[in-house]
């Protein structure tokens, strides 16, 4: 439920000039609001006369809760993000601000005002209103509401002191006045070399702007052919996102950037905010890369037991051209399939179908002539009953929704819910705060035979007659299950009159292909190519590897996911070794490969053989180097976090990583060896002054 909470206008008998500049003390940290840790300036930008200023802050509060509660979350701070626009000619300050963390559970939507008194110029006037809507809370939603009304109304009741306190500590130091901004003069706006057109005093022309200087100046320009084609209508302001975005994920990931139409996916998903989009996007890269969906398709091989007992595949397309997939959820046997194969494979088989839509709608799009950036799913009920609802089955089902909904932004065009029974208003009402609301508005229910009529809103205003299926009641006679293999899926998945496909009928799981009690079901994939590692501040993670192969290669490849590591590589000679066995450091000796977390310097003599980088958060970092010597190789990160000036030392104050490492046999690699010179994202740097 949202509630929404509005405080009374307060008044400031201050001008607002002078208001503005107290209201800046506030930044980058407030004493006078405990939870308020810092913030960090993500952008800041004026237009061209200065009377616009839009100032984006990402800010980190402490969690006022109990203690009990911040275990159990994982979490001692949690982060917002604050939008504010200046308009100086007019006198007005709007703050948005929405929460960063736990955004696909809590939504926290904060709107304030500062204004001009309408019956007193010198005076200031603010107001201030919030909505929460808690989807989900690890089962604290009442806890978690009460928290939040505590809060918002200590704010309200410090708000107004604290700007008083500002503005006293600006008499102090000699400051009552503050001029209006006034608007410069023609002659002043030509000497600054203003080319542009007539100026704006809103957002939009301020991304205008920097929709220009992307196209101009990184040679990233969109042909309007090209839009049109692949992409469908984007305003300017929207073409501006989207290369800003480009442009951001190649600094991260260099080459590795995915294409404009998946970049558009995660922009309309975050509402076309660059930074959001970026940090989904990211994630969902990251995820990627740790489950290898990438080799999903040519990879997967579907158990039998899906085969013969899950009802549903791809079907034709809509009337819109969008791929069809049809899923006859009332003849799945939910218990059976999940004790035959386990929550993870179901898991994977959901992956499967959205790679697969993805590919549709590519293909779509280049035999259709015109943009196809979603699917339509078809869910027929009829046979929905209470055992579907049985809690395993909605475990999975929110599991496989959350890792969609997350990775999979804006693929659902339409989903049509035909035959609803009785029972599912109650499996609705546990299933669709999961569901993201822009998604849920694409949903179209039918109940009975409602769908069989004709005219507006039946079932054939959205597919064709011709493609209904027969137990919809449609003169359509295939089924589809043959989606899954036993005809090559891209000799009919695109013909829209193939006849060869067929719909398996489900029914129920014979109970001697159950594999497993699905208490002992993991909740991972475990087989990942990819490990994870924490590191606190000052720790360090090695990779020992011994080599007697000269000429052999090893292979990196890493995700930073939190804060900043300083990645190096270390050579230790054979000549060495005796040292090392003495040290204590014998064991490295007696195996290929060993990791290590510690402190301390690994013992021996160590030389780099590659230049110390500084990681980023968000980089993807690749690299090689050949072995010529024989001896011990040392992969190292370190967690030299750097406290900012104004962030409190943090006990656990940890950067997260997943890698990968590989070494290649010089007897049997056959690539080229100058093709394995190290390779890392653009923003990443040597550390010249790193010592270790």
Known sequence: MV???????????????????????????????????????????????????ITERRCKLNVDAPYILKKIIGVDFVYFIQKNVLNRENCILEIEAYNESFSSRVTVIEKCRYFVHPENQDWTCFEQTASLDIKNFFGFENSMEKLAMKQYAQNIAKGKEIIEYFINELKQEGIVYVAPWKKPSLCSQEEDGDNDAEKQSSHSGSDTYSYTENLQTRGMQLSSDYIERYLGKLDMIQESKLVQLSQSIKELRGSSVPGDATLLRFLRATEFSVDKAKDMLTQSLHWRKKHQIDKLLEEYEMPQVVKDYFPGGWHHFDKDGRPLYILRVGQMDVKGLLKSIGEDDLLLLALH??????????????SSGHPISEWTLLLDLEGLNMRHLWRPGIKALLRIIEIVEINYPETMGRVLFMRAPRCFPILWTLISTFINENTRKKFIFYCGTNYQEEGPGSLTEYISSEIIPDFLGGSCEDNICEVYGMVPRRFYIF??????????EGGLVPKHLYKMDLENTTTEQEQSLYHSISLSRGQIHRIIIHSNDPGSVLTWDFDVMRHNVIFTVLYQASTDNKHAA?????????????????????TGHFVKVQPSIVCHDGESIQGSHIMQGTGIYVLQWYNQEELGEFLPSISGHKAQLMYFYETLPSAHYRGSMMSLQSAISGKSEASSALSR
């Open 3 to 53: 509630q929404q909470y509005k405080s009374p206008v307060r008044v400031y008998k201050h001008p607002f000039a002078l208001v503005m500049m107290a209201y800046e003390r506030r930044f980058p940290t407030c004493p006078q609001i405990p939870v308020f840790v810092g913030c960090e300036i993500v952008s800041d930008e004026e237009n061209n006369n200065g009377a616009i200023r």
């Open 353 to 366: 179908v959205c790679e697969e839509g993805l590919l549709l709608m590519e293909e779509a799009t280049n």
């Open 495 to 504: 013909d829209a009159t193939a006849t060869d496909v067929y719909i398996n």
């Open 582 to 602: 003495s040290s204590g450091s014998s064991e490295f000796l007696s195996n290929e490969t060993a990791e290590v977390l510690e402190t301390e310097e690994v």
